[in-house]
Each structure stands twice: as structure tokens, then as C-alpha cells.
């Protein structure tokens, strides 16, 4: 955005900013209550996607949005079909063995969680094992963890996150913030493009962000995935992680330290290392191919030329279904994670549809299976329901405190655009400011659906709070986040309690509200940065189609 529209948009905002303080919100806790309760239930099981409870789940956000008056955004229904293929493996079958300079038989789950890379009936992987770092191939960083070796066949150990700044290179790779080279997603990607036969990512909780048991729940269970295109290289026979003990274990017996290759693999003149052990790895899987729903609902704008153009609100309503039993409960309810998303766009919903219309129409999306690696909302990224280039903005909303209200908002993505800078604004009146991220080497940006609408070019956020509660102790933010990344998070306790304050709900989706409406009334539109990996992408679909 150039300086002169941003300051436009700027001007726009002090009358908005204190009828907003002034005027009690149309959401109320009550409805937010009701929502999540129900979300929440044991009888959603979970809210797994193309299962029973997908039916009840997404059926019951359409009642919602119908009730509401919110009109169905594809084709006239409130549903837009997701091909996923489920694949679950026979715990029993599975088998993960070293041979050669090693020799050790992997135990599932407590050494290793593995699992297909693709919907196949038998999963087999055989190479000899090749640690690789990062794995990561950087040309703005100068970096390649691969230096020309031929991968193809092998099986891959990697570090997950991104090699670490430097006191020379204070910003390689993001400085602390987690770059998308980092996520596990990137790993499988590049080792699939190099032909790898799999891939076995190394844990701790330090450089992943979360512990073995969140590994555990993750992907030990169905894997749900879309039908590959039949453009896509050919898919890894194995996709995995190890705990950092047993590839320490592992690498000693072959005579190679652990420790020494996680220090090596910081350089850039790091070189893989062929480690001369064998793994192989198989299993017998169960297939399904099945589909789950994005449920989509607008309230359509006014303005004769902006009334196609599309201020979108985001929340994923799957979980992890019925898991691993924790403490005898092996239903993973998801209340938190993100049942309060859901209850909270459901909310905003509501409100958009009975305040007087914007100028631009807001396009609501619930969408599925972002537990699985975001399928629900690439899917959408790749067939929207209107076109790309027409949705100026994603606000998504992934986790919505249930401990009160707060001082600061946690924006991910507010320096990739002028989003951040537009909302800061906008909540600036209230006494509300924009807080860094508290994380950043956890990769918080690319772990939530709005990365899928970015990837797609359009400028996208995800708002949350920070960790500076009204009321509060100085540092009960950040012990309520680690409690809950701790105890909860991917677990069955991420369950409903009756506990929950919801005034920080309420605040919460109060803002996007509001910044959704200034979004879709401003005749200025959000742009990205000029560093921003996604700038191209949107400047692609921006082109007139010749």
C-alpha cells in the first residue's frame, strides 16, 4: 500500500475506533457459550473430518449461519466437498528396523511415529539413511543443506525448524522467527522433490515447540490427506518423526554423535552424511477414499463495484477424532483448538448479518481438516468459491482465549503485510496495541489456515491474544500459554469447562468484527510488503487474464 493510501485509511479511523468503545458489542458470551459448548461435546467425537461427527459438525455451523440470515456462498449450499483419502495403519504391522552399521528394531510410539506418505494399502520404505541437516535448499539465504548429493532412494533424517541466526547474520532464516523452510511440512515437500524414499524428522520439544506426546496424538492415528495430482512427484513411502534419544542411539552405533551433527548442520558448509545404516520400514494400512466439507457463507455487499470484491473470516472446525487414550479419555474434543474459533466466527456471523450491509460483501469459512496440514483450506486456495484476486483480505481466527480479556493482541503475519499496521490502528483507541510475537522460532505463521490463503497470494492474518491479560499478573499470559502447550494442546484435556472466562472471546472477535467491516468498507486494500514471499503470487492473479 502506498503511504498516501495508508494514511487514508488511517484518517478513516478515529470515528469507527470510538463508537467501537462507546457502543456495547452484538456478540455476547452467551451465544459464544452455547457454540462452544456444543463444538466441544463428546457427541462430536472429536470433530474428525469424513466421519459421523463431520456431518453433525458441518450441518450444524450451515443451521447457524442460516438462522443468522447469512446467505450460502457455493452455488446456492452452504457446502463446498473436499475429496480426502484416510489412511489409518494396523499398529500392529508396523515395523521400522536399522541394519548395517546399526542394528535396532524402532519401537512405535515410543521411539518413532511413522506413517504413509501416500493412500496405499501397503507402506514400504527401504534406503540407507542420509542426515541432511535442515534440509533445507535457500537461495536468498545462500544455503543448501543437499550440495548436489543424489537423495533419490534414501531415507532422510532431518532437524526439524532452520539452522539459527548468526551474531554476523542476525536475520538468516527469519532471525528467531521460524521460516517456512523450518516447518515439517517444507521437509516432506523437498525430500519428495528429490525423489527421497522417506523421511525421519528428529524431536525435541526445544526446536518442534511441543512435546513428544503432541507427536503422538498428531499422527499416530488416521492420516487424512488430499488425492495427490497426478503432476506431483511420486510420494514418500514413509513420513516420519524420532525422538532425538533414539537417533542419538541409533547414529552412536555406526560411530557418529548426534550432538556434533546438530552443531555441523549449522554451517553452510555442511555436507550430508551417508551414515551407512539401512532402514526399513512397512506397514499395512487401512484406505478410504472419502470427503469432507468447507462450509461457506457471505453477506453480500452494497456497493455496486466493490460488492464482489471479499473481506474474508476463517476458522477450521475439525480436531484429531478419537486418539491414543490419555488417562482413559481417547477423545481429543478439540474446545480450545478450535471449537473456540469456530463459536467465535459463528458469533461475528451473526452480528455482520444484522448490522446495516458494507460496501464490500464478508465471506465467512469454516473450513476442514487443517489438523491433517491444512487440506480444508488449500483445497479452497486451489478451487475458491469466488476468485482469488476478489478477497482482499483473510482474517482467521485459530485458538481464542478463554481466560478474560487482554491489553495486546497476537498477530501472526502482521509484518508480512499492512494488515498489521491497518489493525493497530484501528485498536490503538482502545487502549489495545499489536505485540511481537512471543514465539517466533515456533513458526506460529505457518501453522494455521490463513498460510493457505496467503500461499495463494492473498494478504492474510490470524488474530489472537497476546499475553498481557486485563487484570492480571505480568506473566499469567505467558504461564497460561505453556500450561496449555504443556497439558492440553493436541490432547483429550483440551476439553470444555464451564471455568472459561469468555469476555476475551467476546473482545476478541468484537475487533474483527469491526476490522472485517473497515476492511470492506475502506476504498484502500491491503497489500503485501515488499519482502513478503506471497507479494508475487498475488501480483499473478491480479493480472488481467489475456
Do not use: C
Not at 44 to 51: C, D, I, S, V, W
Not at 195 to 209: D, M, N, P, Q, R
Amino acid at each position: 500500500m502506498r503511504l498516501q493510501s495508508f494514511l487514508l485509511f488511517v484518517a478513516l479511523l478515529p470515528a469507527a475506533a470510538v463508537a467501537q468503545t462507546t457502543t456495547a458489542s452484538p456478540i455476547t458470551t452467551s451465544e459464544i457459550d452455547g457454540d462452544l459448548r456444543f463444538l466441544s461435546s463428546d457427541l462430536l467425537e472429536g470433530r474428525a473430518p469424513a466421519t459421523r461427527a463431520d456431518k453433525l459438525t458441518t450441518e450444524y455451523i450451515a443451521d447457524q449461519l442460516r438462522s443468522a440470515g447469512v446467505e450460502p456462498g457455493v452455488n446456492g449450499s452452504y457446502f463446498q466437498t473436499v475429496p480426502i483419502d484416510v489412511v489409518k495403519a494396523d499398529p500392529s504391522s508396523i515395523k521400522v528396523s536399522a541394519t548395517g552399521k546399526a542394528t535396532m528394531t524402532l519401537k512405535s510410539p515410543d521411539d518413532v511415529v511413522v506413517f504413509a506418505g501416500s493412500a496405499v494399502e501397503q507402506s514400504k520404505a527401504h534406503g540407507e539413511l542420509v542426515y541432511v541437516g535442515y534440509g533445507a535448499t535457500a537461495p536468498e539465504y545462500k544455503w543448501d543443506d543437499f550440495k548436489g548429493m543424489d537423495v533419490k532412494g534414501k531415507i532422510l533424517l532431518v532437524l526439524v525448524n532452520d539452522p539459527p541466526a548468526t551474531a554476523a547474520e542476525p536475520q538468516l532464516f527469519g532471525g528467531k522467527a521460524m521460516t517456512y523452510y523450518g516447518r515439517w511440512t517444507y521437509k516432506y515437500e523437498e525430500a519428495e522433490r528429490r525423489g527421497a524414499a522417506g523421511v525421519l524428522i528428529v524431536h525435541t520439544t526445544e526446536s518442534a515447540s511441543y512435546p513428544w506426546h503432541t507427536v503422538v496424538g498428531s499422527w499416530s492415528g488416521e492420516q487424512r490427506m488430499l488425492p495427490r495430482d497426478s503432476s506431483s512427484p511420486p510420494p514418500l513411502g514413509m513420513r516420519g518423526w524420532i525422538t532425538d534419544s533414539a537417533a542419538t542411539v541409533l547414529l552412536e552405533q555406526a560411530g557418529l554423535d548426534m550432538a556434533k551433527l546438530r552443531k555441523d548442520a549449522e554451517s553452510r558448509d555442511f555436507k550430508p552424511v551417508s551414515t551407512g545404516i539401512d532402514i526399513d520400514f512397512s506397514a499395512t494400512n487401512s484406505v478410504q477414499h472419502l470427503s469432507s466439507e468447507n462450509v461457506v457463507g457471505v453477506v453480500h455487499g452494497t456497493d455496486p463495484k466493490l460488492k464482489s470484491q471479499y473481506v474474508a473470516i476463517s476458522a477450521h472446525w475439525d480436531h484429531l477424532g478419537i486418539g491414543v487414550p490419555v488417562d482413559g479419555d481417547s477423545i481429543y474434543n478439540g474446545s480450545v483448538d478450535n471449537a473456540s474459533g469456530v463459536a467465535s466466527t459463528l458469533a461475528i456471523a451473526r452480528a455482520a448479518a444484522k448490522m446495516p450491509r458494507t460496501r464490500r460483501s464478508l465471506i465467512f469459512l469454516f473450513v476442514t481438516a487443517e489438523e491433517s496440514g491444512f487440506l480444508g483450506s488449500q483445497y479452497f486456495g486451489e478451487h475458491p468459491t469466488v476468485p482469488a484476486a476478489s478477497i482482499v483480505a483473510d482474517l482467521n481466527l485459530d485458538v481464542v482465549t478463554v481466560s478474560g480479556r487482554v491489553n495486546d493482541l497476537d498477530v501472526m503475519g502482521d509484518n508480512k503485510s499492512t494488515l498489521g499496521p491497518m489493525l493497530a490502528s484501528l485498536v490503538k483507541p482502545q487502549g489495545i496495541r499489536l505485540s511481537p510475537d512471543a514465539h517466533p522460532e515456533a513458526g506460529h505463521f505457518y501453522r494455521s489456515d490463513h498460510f493457505s490463503f496467503a500461499k495463494v497470494g492473498i494478504p492474510a492474518v490470524s488474530i489472537g491474544a497476546g499475553e498481557d491479560y486485563a487484570g492480571k499478573p505480568k506473566d499469567y499470559g505467558a504461564k497460561i500459554d505453556a500450561d496449555y502447550n504443556a497439558h492440553r494442546y493436541h490432547q483429550p484435556s483440551d476439553a470444555y469447562s464451564p471455568d472459561f472466562d469468555l469476555s476475551g472471546a467476546v473482545q476478541i472477535s468484537s475487533i474483527v468484527l469491526h476490522f472485517a467491516r473497515t476492511l470492506a468498507n475502506s476504498p484502500v486494500t491491503p497489500t503485501w510488503n515488499a519482502d513478503a514471499e506471497f507479494k508475487a503470487a498475488r501480483e499473478k492473479s491480479l493480472k488481467p487474464v489475456s
